[in-house]
Every structure is written in C-alpha cells, then in structure tokens.
C-alpha cells in the first residue's frame, strides 16, 4: 500500500482516570455488659445500631441471638429474632434483649446479638454484639 509518500496519521489517547466514591453507610453494633440481676428480675441489654452516615434510602437486616456460655434453653436470656430498618436519614436504632436473673453462683456469662442479611445499599463494620451478663451473686 502506498501512502504516496505521506506519513499516516497517528492518533494520541488521552487517559482518564474516574474514581468510584464508596458511599453506602457502615452498620456497627455495640456490646453491653450488664449485672444479671436478682432471681425472679428482668435486666434490659439494650445494644446500639448504628449506621455511619445519614443515608437517602433505607438500610434493612436481620438479626438474631446466638447462645454463648449463657443460652436461652437454660433461661438466661430469651431469644430474639427480626428485622431492623433504618428510615432515610436515620443513623442510630437499639435492639432489647431480656437477660433473667437467678441466684446462682456462676462466672459471667455471654450471648450474642448477631446482625446478618443486610440491604445491599450497605456494608458491617461489626456485626456481632457481645452481651456479657455479669454474675451479681
């Protein structure tokens, strides 16, 4: 192929380069340690769920105890399951365990809060509360 003695044309490229912004909020959960209170006594673990920045849509999970060293089947807490939604705009949400006392002599004893399923318009920071019942006998 012949050009007839023209150099052909060559075409520069300029690169961009774009960034993606990570703006979906982070969900964190809090721990709560809390005495175990007196035989025939419910004692509130009231554990925070926060979401890291105010959002403009919703942010939903589920949620769910999971025994530890102390389980439900033997009473010291009762077990919890649901579903939390965070409303556009919301950033803080609480979750109520009911722990019941006794009068046993026993080393302190946890359970968890875990969150799990959540909305894909959201990521965990944590996502398992510890709940430590401190043995008050």
Do not use: C, W
Request: proline share 2%; charged share 20%.
């Amino acid at each position: 192929m012949s050009l007839g003695g023209k150099q052909p044309k060559l075409h520069s490229f300029v690169q961009g380069q774009g960034t993606i912004v990570d703006d979906e909020p982070r969900i964190s959960i809090s721990d709560v340690s809390r005495a175990e209170g007196k035989r025939g006594q419910t004692t509130l673990f009231t554990f925070n769920v926060t979401l890291s920045a105010a959002y403009d849509q919703a942010v939903t999970m589920s949620y769910r105890t999971v025994n530890g060293t102390a389980t439900a089947g033997s009473g010291d807490y009762v077990a919890k399951t649901g579903t939390l939604t965070f409303a556009p705009g919301e950033t803080s949400k609480t979750i109520t365990i009911e722990v019941k006392g006794d009068s046993k002599r026993e080393a302190n004893e946890t359970f968890y809060l875990d969150l799990f399923g959540n909305s894909i318009n959201s990521l965990f920071t944590k996502n398992r509360g510890i709940g430590t019942i401190l043995n008050d006998d």
